[in-house]
């Protein structure tokens, strides 16, 4: 094949090549499409003849060193319905004119690693594979609709505003990642809804500008440990794994569909489904994390892995995985949407060192269930999570609640005591409800205190010294026995003898008692003040 000079065309091209030139030259589609679906269809087994095929060397040569447009013109590569035969490699090179290949098919993987493109869109191509590391784009990088069968590479690749893969079916390569966008970094949004992934998706160390969408999208790695692997992944907006609305989304437009959070009710949707482990530990998303109806489909050795993630807002809204695990260790925000059917059992849950300012609960999600979570997050006792559970609920206004949390984590811990401490637990608890009731030590104080008035009202005892003692008063006796400390002017004057003797004593021993359970609940009280 002879280089072009200028505008001239190779003298080896065929007529397809030809019709490709020339519409290069002014900017127009070269559409070899039959007008059948069936037969246009690049994904069918239905061969293409040589009259739909251009070569991938001819494609290179017009994108690397094409002619000039025609005066009034922009030149582009614009391309319909065609078969590309042979390997498209355009590593390392740069590509000025615009480029948009429509139901187009690859003989081979398309190779642009390192290369340079203003914008580069590939709408519903066959691809058997895309090897773009540290590619590099102004502009956008569309590929919605694709199919890939051995996977796509975008590490460290660099897109200048929008990457775009809604509806793109990708299935694993030879390392078993369906997409490998490691240290990917994106300007704007990375809209990747209703994907379908067979292997694992990994954008460890990524950086999106602003949204990152799965949307309606389904990740399956039957192969691996995990579907998404994404630590250190910063999203500067929020990260979507949320159901989308299917309304317009069959429609054959082009991607993005399902612009709102939440689909309304009696809409269609398709939920966020992921069949196998998802880990964003470390992870930096400046808005949210949303998981609202999300499936996720766990074996007993996968985590939904949530570690040391930092974001304002975290919509655990999904439903409650059957196996697996779900951990929150150290991770860090301000609002935690859920819901008491989203959470797993005990076993399945693990959130030491999470932090959380404020509860927004979906739907009925009463205190005890609240406790449950707790209580299935340490299958070992912790005090860490009920008092942090109480610090929210009180900084909320809701004190009562507060005091019930701590009481139960008193309850949790007294399980782990040696039997003479867990005694005086249950003895706590049973009194005064560790200091959290203190109403019920004034109960019984008041019972104790009638029922030693009305005891020794029968009795009349002698005094110890008969020219020193006050008038005989077998309400405030019983009352200065028990109370601790304080000397109402009674006990110390009176012979007490026999079984009234065993009553006195009974008397200023449960006194003491219920005062130092009351004293270590007004400890604990001004602990938390």
């Known amino acids: ?50 009259e739909r095929s251009v070569r991938a060397d001819i494609v290179a040569l017009l994108l690397l060193s094409g002619p000039p447009a025609q005066p009034g013109r922009v030149a582009s590569l614009k391309l319909r319905g065609v078969q590309i035969s042979g390997t498209l490699d355009l590593s390392g090179g740069t590509v000025d004119p615009y480029v948009e290949l429509n139901g187009c098919r690859f003989e ?4 642009v690693p390192e290369a340079r493109f203003t914008t580069l869109r590939m709408v519903g191509c066959s691809i058997p594979r895309i090897e ?13 609709r694709c199919r890939v069968a051995n996977g796509i590479r975008l590490t460290d690749a ?72 994404a630590p250190q992944l910063t999203v500067e907006r929020t990260f979507y794994m949320t159901a989308i609305a299917l309304n317009g989304a069959d429609s054959g437009g082009t991607p993005p569909f399902g612009t709102t959070n ?59 995985p059957e196996r697996g695990r779900v951990v929150l260790s150290g991770a860090r925000v301000v609002n935690l949407v859920d819901k008491s059917t989203s959470w797993p059992g005990p076993g399945g849950f693990a959130m030491g060192g999470f932090s959380y300012e404020n509860l927004v609960p979906r739907g009925h999600f009463p205190l005890s269930r609240r406790l449950e979570w707790v209580e299935a997050a340490t299958p070992e006792y912790a005090p ?24 139960a984590k008193q309850r949790r811990r007294r399980e782990t005591l040696p039997p003479a401490a867990k005694l005086w637990g249950f003895l706590q608890d049973w009194t005064v409800a560790y200091g959290y009731r203190p109403g019920r030590a004034a109960l019984w104080m008041a019972v104790l205190w009638a ?23 077998a309400s405030l006796y019983a009352l200065d026995l028990l109370l601790p400390v304080i000397n109402l002017g009674q006990d110390g004057y009176w012979r007490v003898e026999g079984r009234w003797q065993w009553a006195a004593a009974a008397l200023i021993l449960l006194g003491w008692i219920l005062a130092t359970t009351v004293a270590a609940g007004a400890s604990r009280l001004l602990r938390r003040g």
Not at 12 to 32: N, V
Not at 384 to 407: F, I, M
């Open 1 to 50: 094949m002879t280089e072009p000079r200028g505008d001239d065309m190779p003298d080896d091209l065929s007529p397809e090549e030809r019709r490709m030139w020339q519409a290069f030259r002014t900017g127009s589609t070269c559409d070899l499409s039959t007008r059948v679906a069936e037969h246009d269809d690049p994904m069918s087994n239905l061969p293409w003849g040589p």
């Open 108 to 111: 081979n993987e398309l190779l």
């Open 132 to 144: 773009a590391a540290r590619l590099h784009t102004e502009g956008d990088l569309h590929m919605p």
């Open 158 to 229: 660099q897109i200048g505003t929008d990457l775009l893969i809604s509806q793109i079916v990708v299935h694993r390569d030879r390392k078993g990642r369906s997409i490998a966008a490691d240290g990917l970094s994106v300007a704007q949004d990375l809209q990747a809804e209703m994907i379908e992934s067979y292997g694992e998706l990994s954008l460890r160390g990524a950086k999106v500008g602003v949204s990152l969408s799965l949307r309606g999208s389904r990740l399956r790695n039957p192969y691996g440990r995990r579907a998404l692997n």
């Open 262 to 320: 939440t689909p309304l009710r009696g809409t269609r949707v398709q939920r966020f489904e992921c069949q196998g482990g998802i880990r964003l530990d470390d992870g930096r998303f400046g808005d949210a994390v949303d998981f609202d109806r999300a499936r996720f489909t766990l074996e007993n050795d996968q985590e939904v892995s949530l570690r040391r993630i930092q974001t304002p807002e975290l919509r655990f809204l999904g439903e409650r």
């Open 384 to 407: 860490e999570p009920y008092e942090r559970l109480a610090t929210v609920l009180r900084n909320s206004g809701e004190d009562a609640d507060a005091r019930e949390v701590l009481l």
């Open 451 to 473: 029922a030693g008035a009305v005891a020794f009202s029968r009795y009349n005892p002698a005094a110890i010294k008969s020219d020193e003692h006050p008038t005989w008063n």
